[in-house]
């Protein structure tokens, strides 16, 4: 069974870094793609950042372009999101995704395979 399991969320003031990191097990982890999502209180849970198999290519939600960057560690099975500048209204909880590379590249929810359990970023102004 394929585990995912985030770390590193906390309070941190604006103008922070924080950097996130999911651990996955029981899969292999180079056949999937990663992916960070968040979700605010009353809000839809929003694509963030995903990284492909081989790092080759990385996308980004335009509102943490360029303070944010995705990476992975394919010996460790983790993928990471170093978060710079962070703002109020990066609040939320963040959490990592895994899409099996055969499907396809997809940044939708339900496109995911497998999800963690999410853990909590907190900005304050």
């Known amino acids: 069974q394929v585990q995912l399991v985030e770390s590193g969320g906390g309070l941190v003031q604006a103008g922070g870094s924080l950097r996130l990191s999911c651990a996955v097990s029981?899969?292999?982890?180079?056949?999937?793609?990663m992916y960070w999502f968040r979700q605010a209180p009353g809000k839809e849970r929003e694509f963030v950042s995903a990284?492909?198999?081989?790092?080759?290519?990385?996308y980004y939600r335009d509102s943490v372009k360029g303070r944010f960057t995705i990476s992975r560690d394919n010996g460790k099975n983790t993928v990471y999101l170093q978060m710079n500048s962070l703002n109020p209204e990066d609040s939320a909880v963040y959490y990592c995704?895994?899409?099996?590379?055969?499907?396809?590249?997809?940044?939708?929810?339900?496109?995911?395979?497998?999800w963690g359990k999410g853990t909590l970023v907190t900005v304050s102004s």
């Open positions: 995704a895994a899409r099996d590379v055969s499907t396809g590249y997809s940044d939708k929810v339900d496109d995911m395979s497998y």
């Open positions: 029981g899969g292999t982890f180079r056949t999937y793609a």
């Open positions: 990284i492909r198999w081989n790092a080759g290519m990385t």
